[in-house]
Each structure stands twice: as structure tokens, then as C-alpha cells.
């Protein structure tokens, strides 16, 4: 078993900070580079040397959690003990218990919370950087799908200006590529500014380290990217920085049993996430920002159906973690082709991925996983079992057919439509860290997705409920 993680390096350019950290005797590297805009140096002559050091250290420390992965027994924060405090500590370890639940329970250890620190560390906390917004316009993170599309649109129609802020990582291939396709979705809307990040891991990197898989390493990358915003927010003068994370993601994959944990993939997109990184940034690293999600109040089901306003965007989304744009054969993959081809135009769907995803044969196991006929459901950001069910049913009515389709008839049974669109069409108000500046414009939109998502299920599946 590995021994422990160290914290070895901060090496800050201009435009760039290399992380360095290490397993035993594997030294490993990430690199941040930002816009050539974006300047590390004079950020660190307005808000001090120090204030800067412990945001970079805390991207060390969250880039060295994928780590966790290789269960070591101990960290070491190395040169950095200035930064290692009672409150530091509380929040990477809640990060490693809640993100790496899915790693434990893969690999059947319950007992491990993950490696215990070297030293006692500082009593104190942090003093964060207290700056003042200069900027009327948000900064909005767009990774290319369909959250991101929905979200610029809700900027937009709100009339909310924005900047987006867009980063590629080594995992995911070549950077330029990863930036052309997301520049193709923002083409599509009207971003102020347009910020440029760059992530190149050599633990992660794509085809690179032989000895660990990057399909098995876990890694905090929502947390890891709202940090790595902060220089960017600080060098423009943002208050906001708003994401595209629905309610569906609230919900995990499967409740241990062993533990009673809601082990949950993309825990790091939740509310409960949301908020963590929010108390923790605005006390410890910068008073002043805050983070939320503009679809935290809704499900994928309405999502899904307010993409039905933006077709002409459409084919310029994209959401495969495993070759982008889309490979047809991941869990990530088959669950957008499932509800693209339940909500919008069938024929614009089959042009996009010119294959019936229900047909494949790898693609078996991911929708019986969706449908709750597995141990769990994928272990991908993807919708819950109901919304699944309800996609399912849309596709039967429009006369979809395929494999998937024959195992959902056979073994799934009669689905309670009208129950699940009750569901899954609501807003929660309750779950949501939107400002009410925002709130208010936003509310009537996310209103009358809502409404039109229960209207185009309806009048498919419940024309007894379809409203004239």
C-alpha cells in the first residue's frame, strides 16, 4: 500500500502555477495556465503575496487529492504549514470522504476515510483576500453541454450580462480542440468577455502514466475548477461565478449499505457541495465572491425540454468525458442520446450521432444501470432512475425502438408518468444560494420551463392532463 502524499512545489509565472506533489517517490505535476490577460504578479502586488500563496496552495492540495485513489495513509503539507489549519484540514477531508465515497465503495473499503495528516497543523485560520467587484457582468463557467447551454440562455433571456470562463484538461485530450468545441456553443450566445483556462496533469494526462489508469483515479474536479477561477475573479473585478449543476445531481448512485452513505458521483456538482465551497472560500480565500448554480432548482427532465427553445445550438453541445465530442459508448453518452431523443427532433438527434445508441451492445448495461436494474446506476453525471423511466416512456411514444427499448418493456413494467412529471418538473425553491438580485429575474423563466416541460410530456403521455 502507498505511504503517503506530499506537498512539494508552488511555482508561479505570470499567466501560470505548477502545482508539484508526490506518492512516495512519484513525483507528479498540474499546471494552471491562464489568458495571457490574467496577471499572477500583479494580483500578488494588490492583495499580497501570502493571501495569493494559500489559493495556490489550496489547488495543490485539491490536485493532490486525486491521490486518495491509491489509498496512501498519510499526507505531508511539506513547506506549507502556514496554510495547514484546523479549518483547511475540515474542508479537504469532508471533500475526500464525500467525492471518494464512490472509490470506497468500489474497491469495498469502508473503513477508509481516506490518509491522516503528518502534523498537527495551525489552530487559526486563514485571512482571505477582501477585494470589491468593479464588474456588472457575472463570470459563467461553460464546459460545452447542455447545462451550460441553458444556462448562457437563461443569462441572456434574464437579461443578465455575462463573461464565460472555460477550461480544457489533459485527461480530455488536446486543449485546443476541447476550447474550439466549447467556443462553437458560445458562439451561439452573447458572452462579454471570454476567459480561457488551461489544465495539463501528468497523472492525468491522456495516454500518459502507464502505471496508474486515469479511468481509475477520482478526482475533486468541480472544487478543483472553482478554485482555479478565483485568480480570474479577482483580476476582473467578479462578484459571481455561476455554473450549470441541476438538482438531479443532489441524489447519489446507491445508499451503502454497509456505511448508510448516499454514495454519489457527482457529489462535487450538489447543493450540499455548492454550499462547502462557498462558506469555505468567502471565509478563508476571498471575501466578497460567491458561487452558485443557476439550475440548481430543477431537474434534467425540465432541462432537457428547455433545450426544445435552442435547437439551432444543439449540435454545437457536447458531454462525453471520454472522446469529445461524444463516443457513443459511455454512460455519459447514452443517457444524453436517451433524453435528446425522448425531447427534441429525432431526426436532428440521429444527424448529431448518426448511431441508435439502444442497438449497441456496450450500451446495454449503462441503461439497465439507469433503470434501477443494476446494483446501482452509473457511475457518470447523470440523471436518477425516474427521470430515466420517464425518457424511456417519451421515446416508446415517439416510436423509438432498440435493444435498451425491449429490455425496458420486458423488465421494467408500468411506470407512474404522472407521478414522476409531478416530480421532476417542480422547482425547489429551497435549494438554491442564488442571489436574490438574480432570483428575481431568473424566477419567471425557470417558471415557464417548467411549465412547458409538463405541457410537451402531457400532451405525448397524459393528454387527459395536457392543458390548450
Known amino acids: 500500500m502507498p505511504g503517503c502524499i506530499s506537498l512539494n512545489s508552488i511555482r508561479r509565472s505570470r499567466s501560470s502555477v505548477s502545482l508539484t506533489y508526490s506518492l512516495d517517490s512519484q513525483q507528479f505535476e498540474t499546471t494552471y495556465r491562464y489568458d495571457p490577460s490574467i496577471n499572477l504578479i500583479e494580483l500578488e502586488d494588490r492583495f499580497g503575496r501570502g493571501p495569493m500563496t494559500r489559493i495556490y496552495f489550496h489547488m495543490l492540495a485539491l490536485e493532490a487529492a486525486k491521490l486518495v485513489s491509491l489509498a496512501p495513509e498519510s499526507i505531508d503539507v511539506g513547506p506549507f504549514a502556514e496554510f495547514d489549519t484546523r479549518q483547511f484540514r475540515e474542508f479537504w477531508q469532508t471533500l475526500v470522504r464525500r467525492i471518494w465515497s464512490q472509490w470506497r465503495y468500489t474497491h469495498r473499503r469502508p473503513d477508509y476515510l481516506g490518509p491522516s495528516f503528518r502534523t498537527r497543523g495551525r489552530t487559526g485560520g486563514g485571512t482571505p483576500v477582501r477585494f470589491d467587484a468593479t464588474s456588472s457582468c457575472v463570470l459563467n463557467m461553460c464546459g460545452g453541454g447542455k447545462d451550460s447551454l441553458v444556462t448562457m440562455k437563461l443569462l441572456e433571456e434574464s437579461g443578465i450580462p455575462?463573461?464565460?470562463?472555460?477550461?480544457?484538461?489533459?485527461?480530455?485530450?488536446?486543449?485546443?480542440?476541447?476550447?474550439?468545441?466549447?467556443?462553437?456553443?458560445?458562439?451561439?450566445?452573447?458572452?462579454?468577455?471570454?476567459?480561457?483556462?488551461?489544465?495539463?496533469?501528468?497523472?492525468?494526462?491522456?495516454?500518459?502514466?502507464?502505471?496508474?489508469?486515469?479511468?481509475?483515479?477520482?478526482?475533486?474536479?468541480?472544487?478543483?475548477?472553482?478554485?482555479?477561477?478565483?485568480?480570474?475573479?479577482?483580476?476582473?473585478?467578479?462578484?459571481?461565478?455561476?455554473?450549470?449543476?441541476?438538482?438531479?445531481?443532489?441524489?447519489?448512485?446507491?445508499?451503502?449499505?454497509?456505511?448508510?452513505?448516499?454514495?454519489?458521483?457527482?457529489?462535487?456538482?450538489?447543493?450540499?457541495?455548492?454550499?462547502?465551497?462557498?462558506?469555505?472560500?468567502?471565509?478563508?480565500?476571498?471575501?466578497?465572491?460567491?458561487?452558485?448554480?443557476?439550475?440548481?432548482?430543477?431537474?434534467?427532465?425540465?432541462?432537457?425540454?428547455?433545450?426544445?427553445?435552442?435547437?439551432?445550438?444543439?449540435?454545437?453541445?457536447?458531454?462525453?468525458?471520454?472522446?469529445?465530442?461524444?463516443?457513443?459508448?459511455?454512460?455519459?453518452?447514452?443517457?444524453?442520446?436517451?433524453?435528446?431523443?425522448?425531447?427534441?427532433?429525432?431526426?436532428?438527434?440521429?444527424?448529431?450521432?448518426?448511431?441508435?445508441?439502444?442497438?449497441?451492445?456496450?450500451?446495454?448495461?449503462?441503461?439497465?444501470?439507469?433503470?434501477?436494474?443494476?446494483?446501482?446506476?452509473?457511475?457518470?453525471?447523470?440523471?436518477?432512475?425516474?427521470?430515466?423511466?420517464?425518457?424511456?416512456?417519451?421515446?416508446?411514444?415517439?416510436?423509438?425502438?432498440?435493444?435498451?427499448?425491449?429490455?425496458?418493456?420486458?423488465?421494467?413494467?408500468?411506470?407512474?408518468?404522472?407521478?414522476?412529471?409531478?416530480?421532476y418538473t417542480n422547482i425547489g425553491s429551497d435549494l438554491h444560494q442564488v442571489p436574490h438580485s438574480i432570483e428575481a429575474r431568473i424566477r419567471p423563466l425557470l417558471r415557464r420551463y417548467s411549465r412547458q416541460a409538463k405541457q410537451h410530456i402531457c400532451n405525448h403521455l397524459l393528454p387527459e392532463f395536457a392543458t390548450v
Open 162 to 423: 455575462f463573461c464565460s470562463y472555460a477550461y480544457s484538461h489533459s485527461v480530455y485530450g488536446e486543449a485546443e480542440f476541447q476550447h474550439s468545441l466549447i467556443d462553437r456553443l458560445l458562439d451561439e450566445g452573447q458572452p462579454r468577455k471570454r476567459h480561457k483556462h488551461w489544465v495539463n496533469d501528468s497523472l492525468l494526462r491522456k495516454h500518459g502514466n502507464s502505471e496508474f489508469k486515469s479511468s481509475e483515479i477520482i478526482a475533486a474536479e468541480t472544487p478543483c475548477a472553482v478554485i482555479g477561477a478565483l485568480p480570474v475573479m479577482l483580476h476582473e473585478g467578479y462578484e459571481f461565478l455561476t455554473v450549470g449543476h441541476e438538482r438531479s445531481a443532489n441524489k447519489g448512485n446507491v445508499i451503502w449499505n454497509e456505511t448508510g452513505e448516499d454514495v454519489n458521483h457527482q457529489w462535487g456538482k450538489s447543493f450540499a457541495a455548492e454550499t462547502v465551497l462557498n462558506e469555505y472560500i468567502t471565509s478563508e480565500l476571498v471575501a466578497g465572491v460567491r458561487y452558485f448554480s443557476l439550475l440548481q432548482q430543477i431537474h434534467d427532465v425540465t432541462i432537457f425540454n428547455a433545450l426544445r427553445d435552442h435547437r439551432g445550438a444543439l449540435e454545437h453541445t457536447h458531454s462525453c468525458n471520454v472522446s469529445k465530442p461524444w463516443c457513443k459508448r459511455c454512460p455519459k453518452c447514452a443517457y444524453v442520446w436517451l433524453n435528446y431523443m425522448a425531447y427534441l427532433s429525432i431526426d436532428q438527434v440521429a444527424s448529431m450521432f448518426e448511431e441508435n445508441l439502444f442497438d449497441m451492445e456496450c450500451n446495454q448495461e449503462w441503461f439497465a444501470g439507469m433503470l434501477g436494474l443494476r446494483e446501482h446506476t452509473p457511475f457518470e453525471c447523470i440523471g436518477q432512475v425516474p427521470e430515466a423511466k420517464l425518457a424511456f416512456e417519451m421515446c416508446k411514444a415517439k416510436g423509438v425502438r432498440g435493444r435498451a427499448m425491449d429490455l425496458y418493456v420486458d423488465e421494467v413494467g408500468k411506470v407512474s408518468v404522472q407521478s414522476i412529471v409531478a416530480e
